[in-house]
């Protein structure tokens, strides 16, 4: 009894040690990014870029995800230059961290996530010498849809409300982003 007792424990012992070898599963997701940005002014600004993240799965249902992301574009700044035509050249990268919750329905994969960490902006005045940067807190919140195309690879569809401090006062912004997603 001892000795199949004993068997029994080094068994569960090694399949414990070998399934620790395997990788756990997840996806990089790269792709386009619209980023609608809260000026804190008259206006909005349409900003044009890239946004990619890692996740991987510690659960069936549940990863942990690391998104990064790159915006660019030019505002006209009327209310800022007067009669004077101006614009500010901008420039906003993010980087987050936190979970996601996801499930397989058929082809689709919906998915949602709160995601938090910082945003840096920097930018320049065109027609004046100002320039100015500033780094901040940032918090996504938001989901999407994945569409499985081939094994292993599949199309998002992603939103969010990323939210930003800039020059201590909040800014509330909306990401749209598109790409391919590669799982493992």
């Keep these: 009894m001892r000795r199949v007792f004993a068997i029994l424990i080094a068994t569960l012992a090694f399949t414990a040690f070998a399934n620790a070898q395997v990788p756990p599963s997840g996806n990089i997701f790269l792709g386009y990014s619209y980023f609608n940005a809260d000026t804190n002014s008259s206006n909005r600004a349409n900003l ?3 946004n990619g993240s890692l996740e991987g799965k510690i659960f069936p249902f549940v990863g942990i995800v690391a998104d990064v992301g790159g915006y660019y574009g030019t505002q006209n700044l009327f209310d800022v230059c007067g009669l004077t035509p101006c614009s500010y050249n901008s420039k906003v990268l993010t980087a987050t961290f936190g ?5 397989s329905v058929g082809k689709f994969r919906p998915f949602a996530h709160a995601l938090i ?3 840096h902006t920097s930018g320049m005045i065109t027609g004046f ?3 100015g940067s500033d780094t901040s807190l940032a918090d996504a919140f938001g989901g999407g849809i994945d569409y499985h195309l081939i094994p ?3 199309w998002r ?6 939210q930003t ?3 201590s006062a909040t800014q509330n912004n909306f990401r749209f982003s598109t790409g391919v997603v590669f799982h493992f």
């Excluded at 979970?99 to 499930?103: Q, T, W």
């Excluded at 569809?157 to 990323?162: H, S, T, V």
């Design 157 to 162: 569809f992603q939103a969010d409300e990323l």
């Design 129 to 131: 010498a100002g320039s």
């Design 99 to 103: 979970p996601r919750v996801s499930f």
């Design 165 to 167: 401090r800039f020059f």
């Design 152 to 154: 292993l690879i599949a």
């Design 48 to 50: 044009n870029g890239w």
């Design 117 to 119: 960490g910082v945003g």
